[in-house]
């Protein structure tokens, strides 16, 4: 299958010297909710405004749904839905002007049915008549996600979507991108909230210093990069670690209260039967045993500090 976005070689210096990007290649496939990781700087707004042709690339290319965003600007915008980060739209004009003629501006005729049924979805239809200036800030950003659907696109653009809105709005967005997902649409996340990405997205990126250090399945990306931990709470403390257990990868904790294992989820033998058995054997007991695994945060902010040190290395 064609991906419905494949970025080739983009690279962004601007007029000062500054390299936001280095030539990065990613495809993006049709229906899935692909996240983009990394920290301010890194790049991630920069890739999304050459994407949605708001920003031209010093090199490479990029196409929308097998158009070129810059040969052929006008069709591969229409494609793309955009809510940026920044909240800027008529304080003056009505919910319901203001989504409306959003539609009109990509030469779409008017359907109130489906104005309407975005409105709802994102709980601004009793807001429809009001002004804009009067409303909150989390409806402002319902009014940012309605205007950029309203053209019925293909590919939706959320660049940091939840920043600073309220838990109840965030839990809206999700569910209603879960059914934009389901309806064929494809939707490209940056977030700050790891954990959203964590519990949403299909693929994950990972981006820093304008190099795409990683792009991987969430489920195999945790699989792969993750630890798990077994932590044994144990009878009586012990202040070092006993000969016999040298072979494990132990570590002692809570003032000799504890043992915490780390071992490769990966591995076909965890090794904890044995560590058991040898503890047995040294005589130390133990009352509890809890495990643990890495969230996608720490693998996260791990990948980040591997390409920092990496960097420093090279320079």
């Known amino acids: 299958m ?34 983009l990781l990394g920290p301010n700087g890194a790049g991630k707004t920069t890739l999304i405004s050459i994407v949605c042709g708001i920003v031209n690339p010093t090199s490479g290319r990029v196409t929308a749904d097998g158009h070129d965003i810059q040969r052929d600007f006008r069709a591969a915008r229409s494609k793309i839905g955009l809510v940026p980060q920044e909240l800027s739209t008529d304080s003056f004009e009505s919910v319901w002007n203001t ?22 979805q994102l709980s601004l239809w009793e807001k429809k008549d009001s002004k804009i200036m009067a409303l909150s800030g989390g409806m402002k950003r319902r009014v940012m996600i309605a205007k950029a659907l309203s053209h019925e696109p293909s590919i939706l653009f959320l660049d940091e979507p939840t920043a600073g809105v309220d838990v109840e ?28 990405a964590e519990e949403m997205a299909d693929r994950i990126g990972v981006i820093n210093h304008g190099e795409l250090v990683l792009v991987e399945e969430k489920h195999t990306l945790m699989r792969k990069l993750g630890k798990k931990q077994l932590t044994i709470h144990l009878q009586n403390p012990v202040s070092d670690l006993p000969a016999g257990l040298g072979e494990f990868a132990l570590e002692l904790s809570d003032e000799g209260n504890q043992l915490v294992y780390t071992f490769d989820t990966q591995r076909e033998h965890t090794g ?39 960097r420093q290395q090279a320079g």
């Open 272 to 310: 904890i039967a044995e560590l058991l058995r040898a503890l047995n054997q040294q005589g130390i007991e133990f009352k509890d045993l809890h495990s643990s695994e890495s969230s996608l945060e720490e693998i996260f902010v791990n990948l980040v500090h591997q390409n920092q040190n990496a």
């Open 169 to 196: 709005l965030r839990r809206d967005m999700w569910e209603m991108v879960r059914g934009l997902r389901e309806n064929g649409v494809t939707v490209i996340l940056t977030t700050h909230y790891i954990e959203e």
């Open 2 to 35: 064609q991906p419905i976005i494949s970025i080739e070689g983009i690279g962004k210096t601007y007029a000062g010297g500054f390299t936001a990007l280095k030539s990065v290649d990613l495809d993006i496939k049709q229906g899935e909710i692909f996240a």
């Open 99 to 120: 989504v409306s003629f959003s539609r009109g501006l990509f030469g779409k005729a008017p359907n109130p049915e489906y104005i309407e049924k975005i409105l709802r």
